[in-house]
């Protein structure tokens, strides 16, 4: 089972690799997007946490727990799993869909920053817009699914 975490480093890794800075803000963003398309691809989610609706858009709280250190700044480290020590990161290649998607994603937005990915969020008819608009504390799947990429 993938874990929200586990969507960080991998997306960390990149970044990473890259040399690109990634904020807990964009981080959450990214993580989303991931969540969306690969839901809508395949009609599973992705992982079993749930997003909630937080002022600047969706936010897994577990990678806000983990990361909530690094504030605006960019992260320079890898979740750590709960001994302390392990870091998991996706084995893309055991899902060719998900490699696919987390590319992409990567790819479309990684020289975004967290306020630019925060407006993306914010769309109208987006899942972050209606949860905020009925005062839902967290995004419904249904929303997520039929939510339409902008940016």
Do not use: C
Not at 46 to 56: A, G, H, I, V
Not at 81 to 106: C, F, H, M, P, R
Request: without cysteine; glycine residues 6%; aromatic residues 14%.
């Amino acid at each position: 089972m993938v874990t929200a975490l586990n969507v960080a480093n991998s997306l960390l890794q990149r970044g990473f690799a890259e040399d690109i800075s990634i904020t807990p803000m964009k981080l959450q963003k990214l993580i989303y997007f991931v969540y969306r398309d690969y839901y809508q691809q395949t009609d599973v989610p992705l992982f079993s946490e749930r997003f909630e609706t937080w002022q600047y858009g969706p936010v897994v709280r577990s990678v806000y727990d983990r990361f909530k250190m690094f504030g605006g700044r960019h992260i320079t480290k890898y979740a750590f799993e709960s001994d302390g020590k392990t870091v998991y990161i996706i084995d893309e290649q055991a899902s060719k869909t998900l490699k696919i998607i987390i590319d992409n994603i990567w790819n479309k937005y990684k020289y975004y920053n967290g306020s630019s990915l925060s407006a993306i969020t914010h769309q109208d008819g987006g899942a972050w817009k209606k949860a905020n608009d009925t005062k839902s504390p967290i995004l419904r799947d249904d929303d997520i699914k039929t939510e339409v990429s902008v940016g």
